[in-house]
């Protein structure tokens, strides 16, 4: 099992910055990829950027070039350095690990979330 545990959220200022942390125990050398997700009031989730084991990253097209997704040299803690932040990038943000259980079974564990407002 892998547990995750997530902080930084808060309250901020459009055009300011936040750095969200999650940081993951237990059976960590099994985790294939680490993301984070948010979910706005009356919106489905949605994929904010992930990060494999390789360091291979993906963004949405939303927060390309203003948000940067890394992890700590163990790969027990991954970041998502949030800049120029908008009004629309307020939401709870989610982590969460994609943990290889056999060659081609995964499992998703998830983070209890963290609010970001941004106010304008």
């Known amino acids: 099992q892998v547990q995750l545990v997530e902080s930084g959220g808060g309250l901020v200022q459009a055009g300011g910055s936040l750095r969200l942390s999650c940081a993951a125990s237990g059976t960590i050398s099994r985790i294939n990829r680490m993301g984070w997700y948010r979910q706005a009031p009356g919106k489905q989730r949605e994929l904010v950027a992930s990060i494999t084991s390789d360091d291979s990253t993906n963004y949405a097209d939303s927060v390309k070039n203003r948000f940067a997704i890394s992890t700590d040299n163990n790969k027990n803690t991954v970041y998502l350095q949030m800049n120029s932040l908008k009004s629309e990038d307020t939401a709870v943000y989610y982590c969460?690990?994609?943990?290889?259980?056999?060659?081609?079974?995964?499992?998703?564990?998830w983070g209890q979330g963290t609010q970001v407002t941004v106010s304008s």
């Open positions: 969460n690990a994609a943990v290889r259980l056999s060659v081609h079974v995964e499992y998703t564990y």
